[in-house]
């Protein structure tokens, strides 16, 4: 399967936050002169993983910091096979904890053999302006990754 040039922006959200922050990605990605393909989970097509470069994958901490159990961990797993040497980014929205579901989520990318793209973007509740600035330049980056 060939390549293509856009880089797959794959979330899930349950409130907004995780949304805001997939979406100002997406738009940091394409002031950088690439194309963002912003996806929710629920309509992604879990056949077309192959077909992207780089992909930031998306999940707020839930349940005591931890990925989505519902809809965001069995994706994950679908795809894992999926990212050995693939360039991935990560980010995430919480309410509350110091980061360990980011910490944890980076590992297991890292033990799958992905390049992971520098520390998982996290903000705490809804990214405010300094917030929404911080993940454009996110996407910004990674684009240039």
């Not at 979330?11 to 997939?22: G, H, Q, V």
């Not at 879990?46 to 839930?62: E, F, Q, V």
């Not at 980061?99 to 989520?105: I, L, R, S």
């Amino acid at each position: 399967m060939e390549l293509i040039d856009k880089i797959g922006v794959i979330y899930w959200s349950y409130k907004e936050s995780t949304e805001i922050m997939a979406e100002k990605i997406s738009n940091g990605i394409d002031k950088a002169g690439s194309k963002a393909v912003l996806i929710n989970v629920a309509d992604f097509d879990i056949n077309t993983i192959d077909s992207y470069k780089k992909i930031a994958l998306g999940c707020p901490a839930m349940e005591g910091e931890a990925l989505e159990k519902s809809q965001f961990e069995p994706f994950f797993l679908a795809i894992s096979e999926h990212l050995k040497g693939k360039k991935v980014a990560l980010f995430g929205s919480h309410g509350w904890g110091a980061g360990a579901w980011m910490e944890d989520w980076e590992k297991r990318v890292k033990d799958l053999g992905a390049d992971l793209f520098d520390k998982g973007l996290t903000i705490l509740g809804e990214p405010d302006k300094n917030g929404r600035h911080e993940c454009v330049e996110f996407g910004k980056a990674f684009a240039k990754f």
